[in-house]
């Protein structure tokens, strides 16, 4: 039995010639839809200026250089500073959400007192508004608190709108740590805040890492609204903030634009070739039903 | 599981600091925006109550204008992201050699800052030297440089086109997740009564992952409905208007011209627009939910 079900397995996994160039062909379609941006993006960074502003359209580059990726830094010359403070924004908004959303994933997993669910909903429903519409009370509390024009003023706002996908994340994980854990530990007359602090957090550690870096790749693509409208000064702007500025121009140097861009998204490209097992995990999980 | 009252204060504490963060910098907001929609507050000191006044203002053609383009703009960007993540999740499930690879290259307009990816479709669109104009000249399909973003039409499926690129990375690995749940054997006993590989996508596929396609669809009205950035950085709303959705609309009132009293009011709309969707949210993801258990 085993191997007549291995065998039609096999059988079903098994296309056609045409099915498979089909699939190809399909999946190139897809991808390039996907790509296509970069794929330009990449071809641009490597064109002359006057090749880029010539017509007729040319995909490929002529004589292509990495001119632009010198060049790019004396055009736009805060670029290693708006890199930096992406970096700031995004690592210091990430420690935020975690050390808020760690006790409370532990609590929605473990507890079920009466109003916590009502609590747990009302977490879900905050990502379900987006900043724009908070935008104008949040800028009088920022200014109220003299925190305009600062990190602080694209953190703590941009930091709460990652809570609820991380909650609901880490919960799902903590969820699948067995009981009898915290039963043992209190057997033993361990504390609730002993057996949380030094049972729970090692196990839940590889959870946690993964909440770790898909709320830091939250942060660090969504840096923009909060940015725009609560920071004004160079020195603090994040990169899309910073390249936004070059963007808006009359004459955009495409090509040093573009090259700025790569070099800007280059390590979000590591981490997904990296991380990619983890993130698909990480990223669908909070959204699939358990 | 062990109950006492100390167990009690435990778990609340837990949840204490968190609870009162998104208290401070999201409920709060939501009320305060609530209060200011009642009055004429601006950059001036002195604010005043105006009841309804604002509310009366911003009723107008133009404003029901903005509601229907972006209930528009919406459902076609959330009906794409929903076809094409269908057709790429299936096609990522496919036994081909590179499945792997081919998954890879789904994630980077998810992952990479939003902002560059939509830099990079602002030179695509461009009608004197960008892609999609040269491409489309080259292979004669239209006669002269076609500028997307220059004029009113064309500007909103552009802006729905990049925000449909933006969206279909997660809901294709949304989708993919639900089809691998799938079980083997309900294709295994298609296939031995003879079932094509169309019917089996028709007739075991899609019913299976229509509580998936449900759910993201409405998670996706919902994000799609807050969508900001894209259009922000491509056309400002323009060009006249014509992709200024609700979202652009508050901005620009409350941000461009400072009316927070007005800006506020607006606000309000989106919020409860956005109230009814979670609500209809919750339910159909309860009923879901139900139905699986029975």
Same mark, same amino acid.
């Given at each position: 039995?085993?191997? $007549?079900?291995?065998?039609?397995?096999?059988?079903?996994?098994?296309?056609?010639?045409?099915?498979?160039?089909?699939?190809?062909?399909?999946?190139?379609?897809?991808?390039?839809?996907?790509?296509?941006?970069?794929?330009?993006?990449?071809l641009?960074?490597?064109?002359?200026?006057?090749?880029?502003?010539?017509?007729?359209y040319r995909?490929?580059p002529?004589?292509?250089?990495?001119?632009?990726?010198?060049?790019?830094?004396?055009?736009?010359?805060g670029?290693a500073?708006?890199?930096?403070?992406?970096?700031?924004?995004?690592t210091?908004?990430?420690?935020?959400?975690?050390?808020?959303v760690?006790?409370?994933?532990?609590?929605f997993?473990?507890?079920?007192y009466?109003?916590?669910?009502?609590?747990?909903?009302?977490?879900?429903?905050?990502?379900?508004?987006?900043?724009?519409?908070?935008?104008?009370?949040?800028?009088r509390?920022?200014?109220?608190?003299?925190?305009?024009?600062?990190?602080?003023?694209?953190?703590?706002?941009?930091?709460?709108?990652?809570?609820?996908?991380?909650?609901?994340?880490?919960?799902?994980?903590?969820?699948?740590?067995?009981?009898?854990?915290?039963?043992?530990?209190?057997?033993?007359?361990a504390?609730?805040?002993?057996?949380?602090?030094?049972?729970?957090?090692?196990?839940?550690?590889?959870?946690?890492?993964?909440?770790?870096?898909?709320?830091?790749i939250?942060?660090?693509?969504?840096?923009?609204?909060?940015?725009?409208?609560?920071?004004?000064?160079?020195?603090?702007?994040?990169?899309?903030?910073?390249?936004?500025?070059?963007?808006?121009k009359?004459?955009?140097?495409?090509?040093?634009?573009?090259?700025?861009?790569?070099?800007?998204?280059?390590?979000?490209?590591?981490?997904?070739?990296?991380?990619?097992?983890?993130?698909?995990?990480?990223?669908?999980a909070?959204?699939? $039903?358990? | 599981?062990? $109950?006492?009252?100390?167990?009690?204060?435990f778990?609340?504490?837990?949840?204490?600091?968190?609870?009162?963060?998104?208290?401070?910098?999201?409920?709060?907001?939501?009320?305060e925006?609530?209060?200011l929609?009642?009055?004429?507050?601006?950059l001036?000191?002195?604010?005043?109550?105006v009841?309804?006044?604002?509310?009366?203002?911003?009723?107008n053609?133009?404003f029901?204008?903005?509601?229907?383009?972006?209930?528009?703009?919406?459902?076609?960007?959330?009906?794409?992201?929903?076809?094409?993540?269908?057709?790429?999740?299936?096609?990522?499930?496919?036994?081909?050699?590179?499945?792997?690879?081919?998954?890879?290259?789904?994630?980077?307009?998810?992952i990479?800052?939003?902002a560059?990816?939509i830099?990079?479709?602002?030179?695509?669109?461009?009608?004197?030297f960008?892609?999609?104009?040269?491409?489309?000249?080259?292979?004669?399909?239209?006669d002269?440089p076609?500028?997307?973003?220059?004029?009113?039409?064309?500007?909103?499926?552009?802006?729905?086109?990049?925000?449909?690129?933006?969206?279909?990375?997660?809901v294709?690995?949304?989708?993919?997740?639900a089809?691998?749940?799938?079980?083997?054997?309900?294709?295994?006993?298609?296939?031995?009564?003879?079932?094509?590989?169309?019917?089996?996508?028709?007739?075991?596929?899609?019913?299976?992952?229509a509580?998936?396609?449900?759910?993201?669809?409405?998670?996706?009205?919902?994000?799609?409905?807050?969508?900001?950035?894209?259009?922000?950085?491509l056309t400002?709303?323009?060009?006249?208007?014509?992709?200024?959705?609700?979202?652009?609309?508050?901005?620009?009132?409350?941000?461009?011209?400072?009316?927070?009293?007005?800006?506020?009011?607006?606000?309000?709309v989106?919020?409860?627009?956005?109230?009814?969707?979670?609500?209809?949210?919750?339910?159909?993801?309860?009923?879901?939910?139900?139905?699986?258990?029975?």
């Amino acid at each position: 039995m085993a191997f $007549k079900s291995r065998d039609t397995r096999a059988m079903i996994d098994r296309y056609r010639w045409w099915e498979v160039v089909a699939i190809y062909a399909g999946m190139f379609c897809f991808l390039f839809f996907l790509l296509s941006p970069f794929i330009e993006g990449f071809l641009v960074s490597l064109k002359p200026l006057a090749q880029l502003f010539s017509s007729p359209y040319r995909f490929w580059p002529e004589n292509g250089t990495f001119a632009a990726y010198v060049s790019m830094w004396e055009t736009v010359p805060g670029f290693a500073r708006y890199v930096f403070n992406s970096f700031l924004i995004s690592t210091i908004s990430t420690c935020i959400v975690l050390l808020l959303v760690v006790p409370a994933a532990y609590a929605f997993a473990r507890f079920d007192y009466r109003g916590m669910g009502l609590v747990l909903g009302g977490f879900l429903a905050v990502s379900m508004f987006s900043g724009a519409v908070l935008l104008i009370p949040l800028f009088r509390l920022m200014r109220t608190m003299g925190l305009l024009n600062t990190y602080f003023a694209m953190i703590i706002p941009g930091a709460a709108f990652l809570i609820p996908s991380a909650i609901w994340l880490l919960r799902t994980y903590m969820m699948r740590i067995p009981t009898e854990l915290n039963e043992a530990a209190y057997m033993d007359g361990a504390s609730q805040f002993y057996t949380f602090r030094r049972v729970i957090l090692p196990i839940a550690r590889p959870g946690i890492i993964v909440v770790a870096i898909v709320t830091f790749i939250g942060a660090y693509s969504q840096q923009f609204i909060f940015a725009l409208t609560f920071n004004s000064k160079t020195e603090y702007m994040p990169l899309p903030i910073g390249l936004y500025a070059y963007f808006g121009k009359q004459e955009v140097i495409w090509n040093e634009l573009m090259a700025a861009s790569f070099v800007g998204i280059a390590p979000a490209l590591v981490i997904i070739f990296f991380l990619q097992r983890y993130l698909v995990g990480g990223l669908t999980a909070g959204a699939v $039903k358990q | 599981m062990i $109950k006492s009252r100390s167990s009690l204060i435990f778990a609340w504490a837990l949840l204490a600091p968190a609870i009162l963060y998104v208290l401070v910098i999201v409920a709060w907001p939501l009320v305060e925006t609530f209060r200011l929609s009642f009055t004429d507050a601006s950059l001036r000191k002195v604010t005043n109550y105006v009841g309804w006044r604002n509310y009366d203002k911003i009723f107008n053609e133009t404003f029901l204008t903005v509601i229907t383009r972006t209930f528009t703009w919406t459902f076609f960007s959330v009906l794409f992201k929903m076809v094409i993540g269908t057709f790429g999740a299936v096609l990522l499930n496919a036994a081909v050699p590179g499945r792997n690879l081919f998954r890879i290259l789904t994630m980077p307009p998810w992952i990479v800052p939003m902002a560059i990816g939509i830099f990079m479709w602002g030179w695509m669109y461009n009608g004197q030297f960008g892609m999609i104009s040269g491409l489309l000249q080259r292979f004669g399909l239209v006669d002269g440089p076609v500028a997307f973003l220059a004029y009113g039409r064309p500007a909103y499926w552009a802006t729905i086109v990049t925000d449909v690129w933006i969206g279909v990375p997660m809901v294709t690995i949304y989708f993919l997740a639900a089809i691998q749940a799938i079980p083997r054997d309900l294709y295994e006993a298609a296939w031995t009564d003879g079932a094509s590989r169309w019917t089996r996508f028709r007739r075991i596929t899609l019913p299976l992952m229509a509580p998936a396609i449900i759910t993201m669809s409405m998670l996706s009205l919902i994000a799609t409905f807050n969508s900001f950035d894209i259009i922000w950085i491509l056309t400002q709303g323009g060009p006249s208007g014509s992709t200024t959705t609700m979202i652009i609309d508050t901005y620009q009132t409350a941000i461009g011209s400072k009316k927070y009293g007005e800006g506020a009011a607006r606000a309000v709309v989106i919020c409860l627009f956005l109230s009814l969707f979670c609500i209809a949210y919750f339910r159909v993801t309860r009923r879901l939910a139900a139905t699986d258990k029975a």
